[in-house]
């Protein structure tokens, strides 16, 4: 699954989580930073990503567009990078089922 990373996560966790994630971006390294919600949906639509983001805004796009993209929201509350990075992998099993699963459209990881 390639995830695109929203703004409001740091860059650095794309080094982090490549090896799970293959073919990850960071929204600021495609040339997205302060890019709206639209902009960022229709590059992870034409991409073939899954939005990853803390911000409410993508989970309501799914749920008024549905997939594609598929939306990760990450409802972990302020947490390090560092700690971020630990909750993917925890939850790597939830990841691959909603990759697989060609009907859902959000996953929500919590910490």
Do not use: C
């Not at 991409?47 to 594609?68: H, M, N, T």
């Not at 993917?88 to 939830?94: E, G, I, L, S, V």
Request: net charge negative; hydrophobic share 50%.
């Amino acid at each position: 699954m390639k995830l695109l990373f929203d703004e409001n996560l740091a860059p650095r966790l794309v080094a982090q989580v490549i090896d799970l994630f293959p073919g990850s971006e960071h929204v600021r390294n495609v040339g997205l930073a302060a890019a709206d919600d639209a902009a960022v949906w229709e590059y992870a639509k034409a991409g073939g990503f899954a939005i990853v983001s803390k911000d409410a805004d993508f989970r309501q796009l799914s749920f008024l567009y549905g997939s594609p993209p598929k939306v990760v929201w990450l409802r972990v509350g302020n947490r390090s990078t560092r700690q971020i990075d630990s909750i993917m992998r925890a939850n790597a099993a939830a990841f691959e089922a909603f990759e697989a699963d060609p009907v859902a459209s959000m996953l929500v990881v919590t910490a």
